[in-house]
């Protein structure tokens, strides 16, 4: 599984942002969200099941992010509002069996990282 995120940049907080992770095909894993700020560990964000849409999300980001994929169009879409400048991190999309994504194991691939930057 090849994955491209795009979409991240510089905006105020308060402002939304979308990112989305194009995937080279069809997936029978999770695919998902990490992020990592300067001097911090990397953290989940969120992540969805390809077949189902099936979501789950960090406590951190419920209520102002939403995952989403469209099958037709092999992407998996990180739409971030309310946006704080805590949420200032490279974020990751990643594939991977549901233990990547509840800390028992590590995501099988991933894309390459995105800057978001919240400014206050």
């Known amino acids: 599984v090849q994955l491209q995120a795009s979409g991240g940049g510089p905006v105020q907080a308060g402002d939304s942002l979308r990112l989305a992770c194009r995937t080279s095909?069809?997936?029978?894993?999770?695919i998902g969200w990490f992020r990592q700020a300067v001097g911090k560990e990397r953290e989940f964000v969120a992540s969805?099941?390809?077949?189902?849409?099936?979501?789950n999300y960090a406590d951190f980001v419920k209520g102002r992010f939403t995952i989403s994929r469209d099958k037709a169009k092999n992407t998996v879409d990180l739409q971030m509002n309310n946006l704080k400048p805590e949420d200032t991190a490279v974020y990751y999309c990643?594939?991977?069996?549901?233990?990547?994504?509840?800390?028992?194991?590590?995501?099988?691939?991933w894309g390459q990282g995105t800057q978001v930057t919240v400014s206050s």
């Open positions: 990643a594939a991977g069996p549901q233990s990547a994504f509840n800390g028992r194991d590590t995501p099988n691939f």
């Open positions: 095909g069809r997936t029978n894993w999770l």
């Open positions: 969805i099941t390809w077949n189902l849409g099936s979501t």
